[in-house]
């Protein structure tokens, strides 16, 4: 079985600051790793995700992430975050092969302060 | 283009009452599926559907139903609501590429 852990439940970051949000995953097979955003009161967007290739992938507005395969973790970075970054973040995986369901981490909201 | 659209965006139930959640994507996706986020707990799949004409269980299927109607609509009903079902409910899609595509969710309190 898959599961997710996201060890910030709540980040709190000042504008332009860096930020990195953690995510360490365990599965006993091969997966596919997700990171979704939730603004208020909205569905969830896709924000960055690796199949395969590069190990760091990147989103079209700054956010990067990287897979460590031997740490098992894929964690989100930006260098300089914007008041608009605030929202809630999940990370997610997915097995290569069979049913492509998604397990999600409890999430971690990120807060950009001023 | 709407993507994945749920009717209602709310409601609120009596304890024993039943309803029915609609979703519906026109991406031309094979796999649907119905999440329920709870505070703290991150999305929990309670079914799937991998393609047109099946149905499985997920991870909290307990006092759910659902129906793949056809390949654009999958539906989630609730027979006898409880106050655990209070929640906020959300439709995906996906195809090949593993992404789910969202939709804007549907908030229920159950009294």
């Known amino acids: 079985a898959q599961s997710v852990t996201q060890l910030d439940s709540q980040v709190p970051v000042f504008e332009e600051a860096p930020v990195e949000l953690r995510c360490n995953y365990s599965?006993?097979?091969?997966?596919?790793l997700f990171w979704y955003v939730q603004y208020p009161n909205q569905g969830l967007q896709l924000l960055l995700k690796?199949?395969?290739?590069?190990?760091l992938v990147e989103s079209i507005n700054g956010f990067e992430a990287e897979f460590n395969k031997s740490q098992t973790s894929f964690h989100l970075r930006k260098p300089s975050v914007h008041i608009s970054d605030t929202a809630e973040y999940f990370c997610a995986v997915s097995r290569l092969a069979g049913a492509n369901n998604l397990f999600f981490g409890t999430g971690t909201r990120l807060t950009v302060i001023p | 283009n709407a993507g994945v659209t749920q009717t209602p965006k709310f409601q609120v139930l009596k304890t024993g009452q039943s309803m029915t959640l609609q979703c519906a994507q026109d991406m031309n996706h094979n796999s649907m599926y119905w999440y329920r986020q709870d505070p703290g707990m991150g999305l929990r799949l309670i079914y799937y559907?991998?393609?047109?004409?099946?149905?499985d269980k997920g991870e909290v299927p307990n006092g759910y139903n659902v129906s793949r109607l056809n390949k654009r609509e999958f539906s989630l009903r609730l027979e006898s609501a409880a106050p655990s079902q209070t929640s906020v409910y959300f439709c995906?899609?996906?195809?090949?590429?593993?992404?789910?595509?969202f939709g804007p969710g549907t908030r229920l309190t159950v009294t």
């Open positions: 599965s006993s097979v091969s997966v596919y």
């Open positions: 559907s991998a393609s047109e004409g099946t149905t």
């Open positions: 995906a899609s996906s195809d090949q590429g593993f992404e789910q595509y």
């Open positions: 690796y199949l395969s290739g590069s190990t």
